[in-house]
């Protein structure tokens, strides 16, 4: 029967790493400790190494993600407004022309 892996919370990560960064202990120490692999600990401390900048980026710097959907979200909503007064227009022929229709039919 193969073995369920083993997964973390992202607390746990975080103060496993935190450590690891401080350097006051081994790896091999802080694995012990923990319980965890001793590769597991370098990889989070890269992956927190590599996401750091991210951290000192302004907060009302908005991110190229959000950017784009906020362009989509108003090109949507445009094609409603479109859409919208087509179909207030079609409604407001289409009553005219049953109108009249009806007002031949009673010339007849």
């Keep these: ?3 369920k892996r ?5 607390d ?3 103060k496993v790493t935190l450590e690891a960064l401080r350097e006051e202990s081994t790896i091999q120490e802080i694995a012990v400790k923990y ?6 600990i370098p990889q989070w401390k890269a992956h927190a190494i590599a996401g750091m900048a991210d951290i000192f980026e302004r907060p009302n710097k908005k991110s190229e993600e959000t ?7 108003d090109s949507l909503l445009k094609t ?3 859409q919208k007064v087509e179909i207030d227009f079609l409604k407001k022929s289409t009553s005219r022309y049953t109108a009249t229709i009806q007002s031949c039919r009673l010339c007849l």
């Design 6 to 10: 083993q997964s973390f919370s992202k």
């Design 35 to 40: 319980g965890v692999h001793p590769n597991q």
């Design 80 to 82: 409603i407004g479109e």
């Design 1 to 3: 029967m193969a073995k």
């Design 67 to 73: 950017r784009k959907q906020e362009e989509e979200k």
């Design 12 to 14: 746990f990560k975080a």
